[in-house]
Structures are given as structure tokens and as C-alpha cells.
């Protein structure tokens, strides 16, 4: 089945740092990528998503890329803030003609940047 | 605020017990997802609704149910709880079913400790 894996965290970075969380995915046919974001005490929130091959999302100065051919969704941002620091969730869904939208997610990786 | 509401906030109860979960999706959503978070699950898609019907259905134990009611708000009962059932429950909602990078908006989430 579908699957994303995320590398381990916690990721700790000094502020304006550059930044790198990989991701990677397991899936048939071309799903559609996010990145979401989750600050202390809140829900889930959509950084960036591409959906095709070799589109690039970008907001609030993160990019990832789509790549089809390395099946990777790396998030990067050159300058981290301390304002940056939450946990980061890379997240498909499938491309399947019966694709209901569900989200499945990568396990998660905690960003702390210090001042 | 993502405009997804979810009551209440905290629930603390004993094993055995039997719990409701309320969701209120944006206005105007129709698709209603649960997902779970646990430490050693990470998050998992449970179950979604579409309209009042169910659309698909995750890794949800037969202890839970769900429905989703005209007014489109959606509960997720728990029963026979286990502390391993401990998590942070999560609504969100969309306004269709599925489609190519189909955004979800995320409530703030339940937290369920089972003491």
C-alpha cells in the first residue's frame, strides 16, 4: 500500500539556517504531495502541496519539489526563524480512480530552531 | 483559525467507558475526515464521510463508529476504551471528495486520556 517516510528528527538549527527534511513516498501512479505544518497546541495546517511531477510548492519561504523519478518531497528553506519551529508532516493521497482523498501521513519531524 | 470546530478540547476517562467526539466541518464542507495521532502510531486516517455517507474507511478499530448527520457536524464514538486508545483525535474537512491536491482544513483536535 501507499506509504511516506520521513527522516527522524528532532532537527535542531540555529536561526537562519538552512534547512532540509527529507521525504520520500511509496505509491502507485502520481499522487498528489503535501507538507503540513503543526504548531504547539493546534491542528494541522497545509504548508505546500504539488501534484504533479516536477511542480514545485512553495509558502512562507518553504519549497519542495516533486520528484517522480527519486519518489521524494524534500521540504527546504534557506533561513530558518525561530517562529519556524513546530513539527513537519510530509503527507500523500493516492491518485486511484477511487481516491476519497484520505491523507496518508509520514511520521513527523520536530523542528527547533534556536535564537 | 481553520473554521473546523471540535469538542471537547480534553476528555478524561476510565477503561471500559464510552465516549463521543464532536466535529463542526467549515462552512460549506461537505467531506468530513478522523484521523488519530498516537505516539507510536503516529497519525492514521480512520474514517471519512462525504454528505452524510461513508466514503472510506481506515485503520478503524470495531470499537469505533462514526456518522455524519444533515447538518453535515460529524461524531466519533469510542467504546470499551483501552489505554491504548489514549490519542489526539483529529477532524478536518473538505469541500469535495477526493480530486488532485484536494486541501483539508484541520480542527484543533481531542485529546483522549484513558486512565
Known amino acids: 500500500g501507499d506509504s511516506v517516510t520521513q527522516m527522524e528528527g528532532p532537527v535542531t538549527l540555529s536561526e537562519e539556517a538552512c534547512l532540509t527534511i527529507n521525504c520520500t513516498y511509496t505509491a502507485t501512479g502520481y499522487p498528489s504531495l503535501f507538507w503540513y505544518v503543526q504548531y504547539p497546541g493546534e491542528g494541522l495546517q497545509l504548508l505546500l502541496k504539488a501534484t504533479k511531477a516536477d511542480d514545485k510548492g512553495s509558502n512562507k519561504g518553504f519549497e519542495a519539489t516533486y520528484r517522480k523519478e527519486t519518489t521524494s518531497f524534500h521540504l527546504e528553506k534557506g533561513s530558518v526563524q525561530v517562529s519556524d519551529s513546530a513539527v513537519y508532516f510530509c503527507a500523500l493521497s493516492g491518485q486511484a480512480s477511487s481516491n476519497t482523498g484520505k491523507l496518508i501521513f509520514g511520521q513527523g519531524t520536530t523542528l527547533q530552531v534556536k535564537p | 483559525d481553520s473554521g473546523v470546530t471540535q469538542t471537547p478540547k480534553h476528555l478524561i476517562t476510565a477503561t471500559g467507558q464510552r465516549v463521543t467526539l464532536r466535529c463542526s466541518p467549515r462552512?460549506?464542507?461537505?467531506?468530513v475526515y478522523w484521523y488519530q495521532q498516537s505516539l507510536d502510531q503516529g497519525l492514521q486516517f480512520l474514517i471519512q464521510?462525504?454528505?452524510?455517507?461513508?466514503?472510506a474507511k481506515g485503520n478503524i478499530l470495531e470499537r469505533f463508529s462514526a456518522q455524519q448527520f444533515p447538518d453535515l457536524h460529524s461524531e466519533l464514538n469510542l467504546s470499551s476504551l483501552e489505554l491504548g486508545d489514549s490519542a489526539l483525535y483529529f477532524c478536518?474537512?473538505?469541500?469535495?471528495?477526493?480530486?488532485?491536491?484536494?486541501?483539508?482544513?484541520f480542527g484543533p483536535g481531542t485529546r483522549l486520556t484513558v486512565l
Open positions: 464521510y462525504y454528505n452524510g455517507e461513508e466514503r
Open positions: 462552512s460549506g464542507d461537505l467531506s
Open positions: 478536518a474537512s473538505s469541500v469535495v471528495v477526493g480530486g488532485r491536491g484536494n486541501e483539508q482544513f
